[in-house]
């Protein structure tokens, strides 16, 4: 499996980004997984379903499935800063990549997404693991770069370079894990 982060500070795009690229590499017949980083407390839950209320009675897990979906609710009892790796390590494996977005200061190859009316700082000068920028600016980028710089807005052309370039994305979990 491939791993690519989609990594930036809020309001730069990542999402629209990823959705992009996931509808071209779907069209390409490849699977998908993403990683999305969540802040706090987030819920998928709704008050009154069967689900809720068994993680409000003290569940630690909670999986519902059907013939179309599975999802996984897991309850920590004290606060818990999972790795990207770890949440990686839960996935099926039967994917051809996995997109995490988010995680911008992870040990991964990353595509940085950055747009000069953010305000934000770049990554790329300080991290090594920013393999291309995508913006919307080239000619704004704070620092002169040897890195590819790809057009944010043509995700049919960050998709080809993606898998131009997929021998630097695959995924080595010994290399990442942290020992047990």
């Keep these: 499996m491939n791993v690519v982060c989609f990594a930036g500070?809020?309001?730069?795009?990542k999402t629209t980004l990823v959705e992009q690229v996931i509808a071209g590499f779907r069209a390409r017949g490849l699977r998908i997984s993403v990683v999305k980083h969540a802040h706090h407390k987030f819920d998928i839950d709704r008050p009154g379903k069967d689900?809720?209320?068994?993680?409000?009675?003290?569940?630690?897990e909670v999986v519902l499935a059907s013939d179309r979906r599975?999802?996984?609710?897991?309850?920590?009892?004290q606060p818990a800063?999972?790795?990207?790796?770890?949440?990686?390590?839960?996935?099926?494996?039967?994917?051809?990549?996995?997109?995490?977005?988010?995680y911008k200061y992870s040990n991964l190859p990353k595509i940085e997404v950055w747009r000069a009316e953010t305000g934000h700082t770049a990554l790329y000068p300080d991290d090594p693991f920013v393999a291309a920028i995508a913006t919307d600016a080239p000619a704004r980028l704070p620092q002169p770069t040897q890195r590819p710089v790809l057009d944010i807005n043509d995700a049919a052309s960050v998709a080809d370079w993606l898998l131009a370039q997929e021998e630097r994305f695959v995924y080595d979990p010994q290399r990442h894990l942290p020992a047990a």
């Design 51 to 60: 689900s809720y209320r068994h993680r409000e009675a003290g569940a630690f």
């Design 81 to 102: 800063e999972l790795s990207v790796h770890h949440l990686i390590a839960e996935l099926y494996d039967g994917v051809d990549w996995v997109f995490v977005e988010g």
């Design 9 to 13: 500070f809020s309001g730069a795009g």
């Design 70 to 77: 599975l999802a996984l609710m897991r309850e920590f009892e």
